[in-house]
């Protein structure tokens, strides 16, 4: 086993550990919260780009919390909130979701979610300039500045393979593909075995309506991070496991 391996265990038992306290109601010191350790990020990046399955493997490897505003949505929708069924109609058109809702959604997790004290990621957010100004406020406030911005770049037209054939476990957000990350039984997700679903703007003829969405509205703050400094862009059309390594490297792993 390597070190990095090694490391990864032992962080991965230790948030264990910590999950376990907390079911049987043992107090123990506060989790880490040096600011210089955390993983502040925000990954950019096409539907179907990539965000959420790296999103997965992130929050592992950093203990940090995975902030998905279209798996919140999603929670929303399913809950049937007055929020959710305006979502939905949003979503299935391809559109965005009014940004001060969604800016809300991001600062009541970044407060209470105890599992953002290692830092986070963040999948889907900000989508817009506005909203990116409004992080930068936001966090500027908290003293806790964004570290980095992947862009995962990948052309439109490898997009509808990858949106058609990709399975959803809801509870989790976890993704698979029927055919690039089959899961082991049809249907069935890998660790809980519960059924898989597809996403509702999953087709054709919505993904053509999300993809103008983001090249009109979210591909601008690509240049807002330029500015910044804090941006660096990954070639996403590459097996998952080339993109999962210049990630790493973006992040001086
Ligand atoms: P959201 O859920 O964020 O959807 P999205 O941005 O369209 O992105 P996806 O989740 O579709 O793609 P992904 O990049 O996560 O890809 P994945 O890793 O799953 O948002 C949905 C909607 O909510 C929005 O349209 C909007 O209406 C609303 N919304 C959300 N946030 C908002 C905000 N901030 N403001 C306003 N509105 C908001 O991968 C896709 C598939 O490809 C999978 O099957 C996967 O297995 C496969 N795959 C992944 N990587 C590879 C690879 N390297 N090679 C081959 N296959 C791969
Ligand atoms: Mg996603």
Same mark, same amino acid.
């Given at each position: 086993m390597s070190v990095e391996e090694l490391k990864n265990t032992v962080a991965k038992l230790q948030e264990r550990i910590q999950q376990l306290e907390k079911k049987v109601g043992v107090t123990t010191a506060a989790p880490t919260t040096d600011i210089?350790?955390?993983?502040?990020?925000v990954l950019i990046g096409a539907p179907g780009s990539g965000?959420?399955?790296?999103?997965?493997?992130?929050?592992?490897?950093? %203990?940090? %919390?995975?902030?998905?505003t279209g798996d919140m949505l999603r929670s929303q929708v399913k809950q049937g909130t007055k929020l959710g069924l305006e979502a939905k109609k949003i979503m299935d058109q391809g559109g965005l979701v009014n940004d001060e809702i969604m800016v809300n959604m991001?600062?009541?997790?970044?407060e209470t979610n105890k599992t953002c004290a290692k830092g986070f990621i963040l999948d889907g957010f900000p989508r817009t300039i506005p909203q990116a100004e409004k992080l930068d406020a936001m966090l500027k406030e908290r003293k806790t500045p964004l570290e980095n911005a992947i862009e995962l770049k990948i052309d439109d037209e490898l997009l509808v393979a990858r949106i058609t054939g990709r399975l959803v476990h809801p509870a989790s957000g976890r993704s698979y593909h029927k055919i690039f990350n089959p899961p082991k039984k049809e249907?069935?997700?890998?660790?809980?075995?519960?059924?898989?679903?597809q996403r509702s703007d999953d087709n054709e003829a919505a993904l053509k309506k999300r993809l103008v969405t983001y090249h009109q509205q979210t591909e601008p703050i690509v240049e807002y991070y330029k500015k910044t400094g804090i941006w660096s862009g990954i070639d996403a059309s590459q097996k998952?496991?080339?993109?999962?390594?210049?990630?790493l490297k973006c992040l001086g792993q």
């Open positions: 210089a350790k955390q993983l502040r990020l965000k959420g399955t790296q999103s997965a493997d992130l929050k592992d490897k950093f %203990c940090a %919390c995975h902030l998905a991001i600062k009541s997790e970044l249907m069935t997700d890998d660790q809980t075995g519960e059924p898989l679903i998952p496991g080339k993109v999962w390594n210049d990630i």
